[in-house]
């Protein structure tokens, strides 16, 4: 951690905190727009704004954290480095739920737990494609590239590359994944990044 710019009483239990990761560099932040409107359909009566409570360093790559929920928040800058992800295994679980950005991310955690060899895992519901562990996941086909209709969560870079027309939303279930041609992880802090120079059955296992 290197810098904490707020903080207000805590009073709620981890498993009830939210959290916002964005990403600032040079001093500029990415995507403001979309994580403050996540932010205010996460918690009712959200009297948070991410506009007066952000203050990055000036220069340098930086991973926002917002840990907040309804009575207080939390802001924290630290280092990034991006990670290689270029394997994921499949991992299915019928009971994931992860329809907000919360703190608590041990569910999700067990399920990494089980990636072996592989750099992440590509989680799958009730036979449906949705999100690795860090990132919403896309897929070109046919000129296109699209993501899963029923994400875990429904991303900041995702929703802005929907809103854009960049990707379009369709479901995707696990037989159809080998008929795709490339593979794409996007999030605040890596936006759309292509896994480039593999076949799909390289890179999904």
């Known amino acids: ?10 009073n709620s239990s981890v498993n009830s905190k939210l959290l916002e990761t964005i990403r600032i560099e040079d001093g500029k932040i990415f995507n403001l727009e979309y994580h403050q409107l ?4 996460s918690i009712q009566n959200a009297n948070i704004d991410l506009h007066e409570i952000l203050s990055p360093p000036a220069s340098g790559l930086y991973r926002c954290r917002v840990v907040y929920d309804e009575k207080s928040y939390e802001v924290s800058y630290h280092s990034y480095v991006k990670r290689s992800i ?5 991992i299915e679980s019928q009971d994931i739920r992860y329809d907000k950005k919360y703190l608590d991310r041990s569910a999700i955690d067990a399920l990494f737990s089980q990636k072996g060899s592989a750099d992440d895992i590509l989680i799958v519901k009730n036979g449906l494609v949705t999100d690795t562990t860090i990132a919403n996941i896309a897929f070109f086909y046919k000129n296109k590239w699209i993501t899963p209709s029923k994400p875990l969560l429904e991303g900041t870079t995702r929703q802005r590359l929907l809103e854009e027309k960049k990707i379009i939303e369709t479901q995707i279930n ?25 076949n799909i059955e390289d890179i999904i296992c």
């Open 86 to 90: 270029k394997r994921l295994k499949l």
């Open 174 to 198: 696990t037989t159809d994944i080998f008929k795709f041609e490339k593979v794409a992880l996007m999030n605040a802090m890596i936006d759309f990044d292509i896994i480039h120079n593999k």
């Open 38 to 41: 996540r932010l205010e359909r």
């Open 1 to 10: 951690m290197i810098q904490v710019r707020d903080t207000l009483a805590q």
